[in-house]
Structure formats: structure tokens, C-alpha cells
């Protein structure tokens, strides 16, 4: 049972998130800061943070350029902790596959209305630019945030104060006599990141940097492998000893991305300042014509397109 607190504070994040995203940058909007935020309501904060990992990894790829609308991952997150938290025999990778793929994929259209809605409000501006009234402008300015935050809020509400039922009863189904598709949404669901990696690979210029990659994957299986084993061998040791207290801790992922953090400073440092810095004109035209040309060879997205 989701307690009216406890879905007064999700709406309330839900239409706070998409301002952030718009504005502030907090990293609360977010598919992690989501399953964090909503993790801590619920009072299942690992939950929370599985479904928002999961989400987080499945759009690592996706982007928007100019007005584009992309699915809202943050949204989905919310809905598929919440559900998955108050609903029995709903796992988090069947919630994130049944729940939170389809709500961000049906919040495309909102954004659309969101962004259409708005435009009131923008030829509001228009009108009072003209005007010169300064006031109104930065009224108007404000008020474009409630369409934005409405986008969001009034579907997280209406889903958590009417659905939850609806969800009970198709988790029932996914256990029993759909266990088969159960089990499936379930695979789909701890699946999907590979999908959010694989277009990730796909825009970045993995053909130029193949190295690292092949480096990061192999020093993150290497350790994950050795201190899997250690941890293993301190269980066997602590059981067969009272005595043996040591505690082994796997190895976190800071300690990777910090292996990752060097070599990218490395790599950095080790560029010339005659390529960053060239005098010469047609040096400069050649380059930008040889970065155009490998983009369209390896179809990949470079530093200087962003």
C-alpha cells in the first residue's frame, strides 16, 4: 500500500525534476537521483537504486539536439520503485521492463504537450518585449514552468493514487498462470543496459580510442575476479576460525573509474600544443576536413560535432 504522504512527495519530485533537468542541473533528474529519491520515500533506497542504475545505463546513449523529445527515464524510474516496492512478487528488473520502459516511452507525447503548451507563454514574451515591460516578461518566464512540471506530476499522481491495483493484479498474472512472460520481462528487464551500452559504443569514437577500451574492460574484469576470490577465501577463513576477523570488501567502482579518470588525464596531456594551437590556415582546414571525413567513414560522433 503506497501511504498519500509518500505519493504527495513523488508528485512533487516528479514535477520537480523535469525543472531541474531544464534549469538547475542538480543530477536529481536523473534516472539514479530518481531511484534515490524515490528509493528513500518508499523506504527501499537499494531498490530505488537497482531500477535507476538500470534506467541510467539503458539511455546512456540517447541524447536531444535542439527541441527533439526523448523518452523520460526519470519519470519511469519513479513509477517502477514505487510499484515494485508496494507490490507484492514484482521483482525490479520485471518493474523496470514492464513499467518504467513503457511510462518513459508514453511520456514522449507529454513532453510534446509540454513544450507545445508553452509556447503561450513565449509569444506572451514576444508581446511584452515589445512593450518593454520588463515585469511581465519575468512573469511570464516563470509561469512557463507549470506546464513543464504539470507534464509530469498529474500522471505520477494519477498512476500511483489509481494504479496500484491495476499493477497488483498483472504481477499476480506474471507469477502464475504467466509466469513464462514473467520470466521473460524479468531477462529483458537486467538486460536492457547492455542496450544503453551498445548505443553508447555505437556514437562514441570507439575505432579511435580501441585501446582504452580494450584496457578498461580487461583491468574491471581482472579486479572484479581477484577481489570476488579474496572475499571468498576471507568467508572460508572467518568460518573455519573465530579468530579471523579481517573483513574484505570488494572492490568499488570509484577505484575503476579513477583507473579511468588518469589515463584519461594521460591521454590529455600527451596532446600536442601545436595541434591545439596551429597558426596556419590551411593546416586548420585540412584538419576539420580529415575530422569530417573520418565521421563519415566510422559513422561516429567526435569531439569537435558536440
Keep these: 500500500m503506497i501511504a498519500w504522504w509518500q ?11 523535469i525543472l531541474d533537468e531544464l534549469q ?15 528509493g528513500i520515500i518508499m ?33 519511469g524510474t519513479v513509477l517502477a520503485t514505487a510499484f515494485s516496492v508496494s ?28 513544450r507545445f503548451t508553452n509556447t503561450y ?28 512540471a504539470l507534464s509530469r506530476a498529474i500522471p505520477v499522481f494519477v498512476a500511483l493514487a489509481f494504479g496500484r491495483g491495476l499493477v497488483q493484479n498483472i504481477a499476480n498474472a506474471l507469477n502464475s498462470d504467466w509466469k513464462w512472460l514473467g520470466t521473460g520481462l524479468t531477462v529483458a528487464g537486467a538486460a536492457l543496459p547492455a542496450v544503453g551500452f551498445a548505443i553508447l559504443l555505437r556514437y562514441l569514437p570507439v575505432k579511435k580510442h580501441i585501446a582504452y577500451l580494450i584496457l578498461g574492460f580487461t583491468v574491471t574484469t581482472l579486479f572484479a575476479t581477484m577481489f570476488t576470490n579474496i572475499q571468498t577465501l576471507g568467508t572460508g577463513l572467518a568460518a573455519a576460525s573465530k579468530g579471523f576477523t579481517t573483513v574484505f570488501n570488494g572492490l568499488p567502482m570509484l577505484a575503476i ?3 579511468g579518470l588518469g589515463l584519461a588525464i594521460l591521454h590529455y596531456k600527451g596532446i600536442p600544443l601545436s595541434k591545439a594551437k596551429s597558426s596556419n590556415a590551411s593546416d586548420a582546414s585540412q584538419s576539420v576536413e580529415k575530422t569530417s571525413s573520418d565521421a563519415n567513414d566510422e559513422g561516429e560522433i567526435t569531439d569537435d560535432e558536440l
Excluded at 505519493?7 to 525534476?17: D, S
Excluded at 538547475?24 to 524515490?38: C, D, E, W
Excluded at 521483482?91 to 513532453?111: G, K, N, T
Excluded at 508581446?127 to 514552468?145: M, S, T, V
Design 7 to 17: 505519493i504527495l512527495l513523488l508528485t512533487l519530485y516528479a514535477g520537480y525534476e
Design 87 to 114: 507490490v507484492s512478487g514484482l521483482s525490479w528488473q520485471a518493474a523496470v521492463s514492464s513499467i518504467a520502459v513503457p511510462v518513459a516511452a508514453i511520456m514522449v507525447q507529454l513532453d510534446v504537450l509540454a
Design 121 to 148: 507563454f513565449a509569444h506572451r514574451i514576444d508581446h511584452f518585449i515589445d512593450e518593454q515591460n520588463y515585469k511581465a516578461i519575468e512573469r511570464n518566464f516563470l509561469y512557463g514552468a507549470i506546464p513543464w
Design 257 to 259: 573509474a579513477l583507473l
Design 24 to 38: 538547475i542541473y542538480s543530477s536529481l533528474n536523473t534516472p539514479v537521483g530518481a531511484g534515490l529519491v524515490a
Design 43 to 75: 523506504g527501499d533506497m537499494g531498490k530505488g537504486l537497482m531500477i535507476g542504475a538500470a534506467m541510467q545505463l539503458m539511455v546512456l546513449g540517447v541524447g536531444t539536439f535542439g527541441g527533439a523529445s526523448k523518452i523520460d527515464a526519470t519519470t
